[in-house]
């Protein structure tokens, strides 16, 4: 499966592959990303609420979130062809633009069979945008930088989110007010990549999904994966949508989106900080119990105050984001050189793969339990995954941590690094003959 290329000549002048990029250069495609997140935020809280307030049953809310991911799923896999015909710089501004036309179509009147492939649209665009910067910032940023560059991406990116989401509090949800707001912020976001001058990768090399031998190099990396593309688009998707069926306003929603990225940081780091300095299963294991324990809470969050149902989801969505940088960081410390590759394009097909199948199971149990069911999916999900873990640390040894690589933030709402989208000639796409031992 080749992800990206690119022979667009024409976006930036030759430039020498050693060259240091220009941080104002870097910055602006920072920049662009997080502008489409803010609009982003925004239309991911206004649709379930818009849905609502017009009484229309979750059950709606839930299909969208399902075409959302379908869509994200799709263009996880189809960004390269695109990418090849025209380069990271137009790609990025086709997504952008892919982005806008959702938007629009959410736009034209309330129609739930209209807003599913509108927002699936959106979520095929998303994930190719994202798929393109990360490839592209891995190339054009040095080695001893790299790390920092990608989590203040993220970081911007979870951020953006954020801001967006509350942005609803300033809007009239029964006018085309958010998504104007959101047209707008994709529009902008175009401006500072049209305007770089950043240079554009080579082309990568090609990946393929192999299932067995990411087994074979990392299980407790393959399951998570399996586990937290389902858990984080769950209970960032179906929260909203829980929290305006049971009662709370706009306002509140809005307040609660913005604090659970807040979440993702507080929680994140300081499990990253200890990941580092031991058995990361230990630390995903007691993720995935804090996972485990939120979500029972949060079966009767819905009946308290907002600020603790907030301080819930806050600590929920970040053990649910740690369980999948830290599944990343292990899995990569498992892998050899040559396996890198494929383990990054088998890990992300896990990971779309389950963020479209359950939410769509999450969908089909909220006809019959009540927007609640997505809770006891995840409840489940985080315990299985919990068990297999701990089965997992007696039957293999631990990587020492000076053997391991450094943990950096990542979100789980986002495709995985695509280290795969621009490898270094140092990480060919063939397999090696012997396994690393198995985690």
Same mark, same amino acid.
């Given at each position: 499966?080749? #992800?990206?290329?690119?022979?667009?000549? /024409?976006?930036?002048?030759?430039?020498?592959?050693?060259?240091?990029? $220009? !941080?104002?250069?870097?910055?602006?495609?920072?920049?662009?990303?997080?502008?489409?997140?803010?609009?982003?935020?925004?239309?991911?809280?206004?649709?379930?609420?818009?849905?609502?307030?017009?009484?229309?049953?979750?059950?709606?809310?839930?299909?969208?979130?399902?075409?959302? =991911?379908?869509?994200?799923?799709?263009?996880?896999?189809?960004?390269?062809?695109?990418?090849?015909?025209?380069?990271?710089?137009?790609?990025?501004?086709?997504?952008?633009?892919?982005?806008?036309?959702?938007?629009?179509?959410?736009?034209?009147?309330?129609?739930?069979?209209?807003?599913?492939?509108?927002?699936?649209?959106?979520?095929?665009?998303?994930?190719?945008?994202?798929?393109?910067?990360?490839?592209?910032?891995?190339? @054009?940023?040095?080695?001893?930088?790299?790390?920092?560059?990608?989590?203040?991406?993220?970081?911007?990116?979870? @951020?953006?989110?954020?801001?967006? =989401?509350?942005?609803?509090?300033?809007?009239?949800?029964? &006018?085309?007010?958010? $998504?104007?707001?959101?047209?707008?912020?994709?529009?902008?976001?175009?401006?500072? @990549?049209?305007? *770089?001058?950043?240079? *554009?990768?080579?082309?990568?090399?090609?990946?393929?999904?192999?299932?067995?031998?990411?087994?074979?190099?990392?299980? @407790?990396?393959?399951?998570?994966?399996? !586990?937290?593309?389902?858990?984080?688009?769950?209970?960032?998707?179906?929260?909203?949508?829980?929290? &305006?069926?049971?009662?709370?306003?706009?306002?509140?929603?809005?307040?609660?989106?913005?604090?659970?990225?807040?979440?993702?940081?507080?929680?994140?780091?300081?499990?990253?900080?200890?990941?580092?300095?031991?058995?990361?299963?230990?630390?995903?294991?007691?993720?995935?119990?804090?996972?485990?324990?939120?979500?029972?809470?949060?079966?009767?969050?819905?009946?308290?105050?907002? !600020?603790?149902?907030?301080?819930?989801?806050?600590?929920?969505?970040?053990?649910?984001?740690?369980?999948?940088?830290?599944?990343?960081?292990?899995?990569?410390?498992?892998?050899?050189?040559?396996?890198?590759?494929?383990?990054?394009? *088998?890990?992300?097909?896990?990971?779309?793969?389950?963020?479209?199948?359950?939410?769509?199971? /999450?969908?089909?149990?909220?006809?019959?339990?009540?927007?609640?069911?997505?809770?006891?999916?995840?409840?489940?999900?985080? /315990?299985?995954?919990? /068990?297999?873990?701990?089965?997992? #640390? *007696? +039957?293999?040894?631990?990587?020492?941590?000076?053997?391991?690589?450094?943990?950096?933030? #990542?979100?789980? +709402?986002?495709?995985?690094?695509?280290?795969?989208?621009?490898?270094?000639?140092?990480?060919?796409?063939?397999?090696?003959?012997?396994?690393?031992?198995?985690?």
């Amino acid at each position: 499966m080749s #992800l990206v290329s690119s022979t667009d000549a /024409a976006t930036a002048p030759p430039t020498d592959p050693a060259q240091s990029a $220009p !941080a104002i250069a870097i910055a602006s495609v920072v920049l662009s990303t997080a502008l489409v997140a803010i609009g982003n935020g925004l239309m991911f809280a206004f649709v379930p609420v818009r849905l609502a307030a017009e009484g229309l049953p979750p059950t709606w809310a839930g299909l969208i979130l399902t075409g959302m =991911s379908a869509g994200g799923m799709a263009g996880c896999f189809l960004t390269g062809r695109m990418v090849n015909r025209v380069g990271h710089a137009r790609a990025f501004m086709i997504f952008s633009a892919l982005i806008i036309l959702s938007s629009v179509a959410v736009s034209v009147k309330v129609d739930p069979t209209l807003w599913v492939p509108a927002r699936a649209l959106y979520g095929f665009s998303i994930a190719g945008l994202f798929i393109v910067t990360q490839s592209w910032l891995n190339d @054009v940023v040095e080695n001893q930088v790299r790390g920092r560059v990608i989590a203040f991406f993220y970081v911007s990116y979870i @951020v953006g989110l954020g801001i967006g =989401s509350y942005l609803l509090t300033f809007v009239d949800i029964m &006018t085309n007010a958010a $998504p104007v707001v959101a047209i707008a912020f994709g529009a902008l976001s175009i401006i500072p @990549v049209g305007l *770089t001058r950043l240079r *554009t990768p080579p082309p990568p090399p090609i990946a393929s999904i192999a299932l067995r031998r990411a087994w074979q190099i990392s299980p @407790v990396g393959l399951a998570g994966m399996l !586990a937290v593309g389902g858990l984080s688009m769950m209970v960032a998707g179906f929260a909203p949508i829980h929290a &305006t069926a049971t009662g709370f306003s706009k306002d509140q929603v809005a307040l609660l989106l913005l604090a659970m990225p807040l979440g993702t940081m507080l929680v994140q780091l300081p499990f990253g900080w200890l990941s580092d300095r031991t058995d990361r299963r230990y630390v995903l294991v007691a993720a995935s119990v804090i996972v485990v324990g939120a979500g029972a809470l949060a079966t009767g969050a819905d009946r308290s105050e907002l !600020a603790w149902m907030i301080l819930i989801y806050m600590v929920w969505s970040g053990a649910i984001e740690s369980i999948y940088s830290i599944s990343s960081a292990h899995s990569n410390d498992r892998a050899e050189k040559g396996d890198l590759v494929l383990l990054s394009s *088998t890990m992300l097909f896990a990971w779309s793969l389950s963020g479209f199948v359950m939410p769509g199971i /999450a969908t089909a149990l909220t006809a019959f339990a009540g927007t609640g069911a997505f809770i006891v999916m995840a409840i489940a999900i985080a /315990a299985v995954f919990c /068990a297999f873990v701990i089965w997992r #640390l *007696t +039957q293999a040894e631990a990587v020492p941590p000076a053997e391991s690589v450094d943990f950096a933030p #990542l979100s789980a +709402q986002a495709p995985p690094a695509a280290e795969f989208a621009y490898a270094s000639d140092e990480s060919g796409s063939d397999a090696v003959d012997e396994a690393p031992a198995q985690s």
